[in-house]
């Protein structure tokens, strides 16, 4: 059975955002991945026959459940960490041009999608490109999969689950993790993303 592999990033010294904190907060990546190939065991091992699946109905249907939960989890932070890798790169050119025809500015958009990761609740700010309408559009994911959306590709993810800035700053001061999350982006990473998938070139 094919099992999905824990990722390793080159993340450099951020400001604002500690060691601590991305060491520990790599290791909870590492157990969403664990955990995705856990559940596909544990389903594989229930579906072996007839007998097993309908003994094991409801185990089945929330294994599969919860395996959206792990998934995008797992590939959450994938996105989530590899924007930090290469150091700092605050260069954005063709997706500045994009954001600029669907949010007017570059500095209103950023303000907007601050607020998305100010969403009270744990989950994610994410920016995506819909490549079937040719425009960005963001949403706010709860936990790691509810409110994902359909036939997009992710460009940006800020993760505002509490873990990723506790060892940081107190819940009230999440504004700060957030200027920080910013401050460290290598946007080259997120410029690729959105260059290779952009429709209108
Ligand atoms: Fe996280």
């Not at 605050?90 to 601050?114: H, M, N, P, Y």
């Not at 994610?124 to 409110?147: F, T």
Request: glycine share 6%; aromatic share 14%; proline share 1%.
């Amino acid at each position: 059975m094919k099992t999905f592999t824990p990722r390793t990033f080159a993340i450099p010294e951020l400001q604002g955002i500690s060691k601590k904190s991305i060491d520990e907060h790599i290791k909870l990546y590492q157990g969403y991945v664990k955990h995705a190939n856990l559940i596909l065991e544990k389903i594989a091992e229930m579906s072996k026959d007839i007998a097993t699946v309908e003994a094991n109905t409801y185990v089945l249907g929330e294994l599969q459940r919860r395996f959206g939960f792990e998934f995008d989890g797992m590939k959450n932070h994938e996105y989530y960490f590899e924007q930090f890798e290469g150091g700092v790169n605050q260069d954005v050119v063709t997706l500045k041009t994009a954001i600029e025809e669907e949010w007017g500015s570059f500095d209103a958009w950023c303000a907007r999608f601050k607020a998305v990761g100010l969403t009270r609740g744990i989950g994610w700010a994410i920016l995506s490109y819909d490549k079937v309408n040719d425009r960005l559009v963001h949403s706010w994911v709860d936990e790691q999969h509810l409110g994902q959306l359909n036939s997009v590709d992710i460009i940006l993810a800020l993760d505002m689950w509490e873990h990723s800035y506790l060892f940081d700053y107190v819940p009230a001061d999440k504004k700060k993790y957030i200027d920080a999350f910013f401050e460290n982006l290598n946007w080259e990473t997120v410029e690729k993303r959105f260059v290779s998938v952009r429709v209108s070139k």
